[in-house]
Protein backbone atom coordinates (compact mmCIF):
# COMPACT_ATOMS: atom_id res chain seq x y z
CA UNK A 1 0.00 0.00 0.00
CA UNK A 2 1.39 3.31 -1.06
CA UNK A 3 1.26 6.28 1.45
CA UNK A 4 -0.53 9.37 0.92
CA UNK A 5 -0.18 13.07 2.30
CA UNK A 6 -3.85 12.13 3.82
CA UNK A 7 -2.81 8.83 5.73
CA UNK A 8 -0.09 11.54 7.59
CA UNK A 9 -1.80 13.58 9.40
CA UNK A 10 0.21 13.65 12.44
CA UNK A 11 2.47 17.33 13.39
CA UNK A 12 5.09 15.10 13.97
CA UNK A 13 5.53 13.51 10.67
CA UNK A 14 8.50 13.88 9.13
CA UNK A 15 8.10 15.35 5.43
CA UNK A 16 10.82 15.05 3.49
CA UNK A 17 10.38 16.56 0.71
CA UNK A 18 9.71 20.22 2.99
CA UNK A 19 12.57 18.76 5.18
CA UNK A 20 10.63 19.07 8.43
CA UNK A 21 7.25 18.44 10.60
CA UNK A 22 4.37 19.97 10.75
CA UNK A 23 4.92 21.40 13.82
CA UNK A 24 8.47 22.61 13.21
CA UNK A 25 6.95 24.79 10.23
CA UNK A 26 3.95 26.30 12.18
CA UNK A 27 7.05 27.23 14.66
CA UNK A 28 9.20 28.85 12.39
CA UNK A 29 6.28 30.53 11.46
CA UNK A 30 5.62 31.72 14.39
CA UNK A 31 9.47 32.78 14.75
CA UNK A 32 10.56 33.97 11.54
CA UNK A 33 7.17 34.69 9.69
CA UNK A 34 8.70 32.72 7.12
CA UNK A 35 9.66 28.74 6.58
CA UNK A 36 12.55 29.59 7.92
CA UNK A 37 15.22 32.14 8.84
CA UNK A 38 16.73 31.87 5.39
CA UNK A 39 13.61 32.24 3.49
CA UNK A 40 12.87 36.15 5.34
CA UNK A 41 15.10 37.70 2.77
CA UNK A 42 12.13 36.83 -0.02
CA UNK A 43 9.47 38.78 1.82
CA UNK A 44 7.93 41.95 1.31
CA UNK A 45 8.48 44.31 3.92
CA UNK A 46 5.07 45.81 3.95
CA UNK A 47 3.84 41.75 3.88
CA UNK A 48 1.62 42.41 6.92
CA UNK A 49 -0.01 45.70 5.09
CA UNK A 50 -0.51 43.67 1.97
CA UNK A 51 -1.67 40.48 3.56
CA UNK A 52 -3.53 41.39 6.80
CA UNK A 53 -7.28 41.43 6.65
CA UNK A 54 -9.45 44.66 6.49
CA UNK A 55 -10.48 45.58 10.25
CA UNK A 56 -14.29 44.89 10.33
CA UNK A 57 -15.11 48.03 12.52
CA UNK A 58 -13.17 50.44 10.02
CA UNK A 59 -15.55 49.72 7.41
Known amino acids: ???TYYENIDPQ???SPNGMTLVQARENF???GAVDKSS???LEANRLELYSKPNESSG
Open 30 to 32: IYF
Open 13 to 15: YYS
Open 40 to 42: VQF
Open 1 to 3: MQC
